[in-house]
């Protein structure tokens, strides 16, 4: 069962994956890895949307409001996502993985 031994050689790197710039120790560490990578790709759309909403955070009152949702969801689909990568499943999120998939390093 290689592929039981990835996922759990890879369960602490894909839920460092979800902690905001530190996706990028997965996409650098563990390359060979596809569980871990396949989290950390999702982890980095999630870091791209959260800078793209504090730049959005910038503009007063509706700003303000897209961003606070926004980041409301995507702390939830890291935490959401956390819990998928410790419990050793491929859970493809909802519009992320899309982009996510299209990431090749």
Known sequence: MPEN???QEGKI?????YLWILCLVPLL?????KFA???AKQ???LFICEIALAIVG????????ISMLGWLACGILSLVGMVQA?????????IVGDYAEKISL
């Open 58 to 65: 910038i503009v007063p009152v509706l700003g303000w409001l």
């Open 43 to 45: 982890g980095l759309i």
């Open 29 to 33: 560490l563990k390359k060979e890895n």
């Open 13 to 17: 790197y894909a839920v460092i994956g």
């Open 5 to 7: 031994k990835e996922i």
């Open 37 to 39: 990578l396949f989290h």
């Open 86 to 94: 410790l419990m050793g499943n491929y859970w493809k999120m909802p």
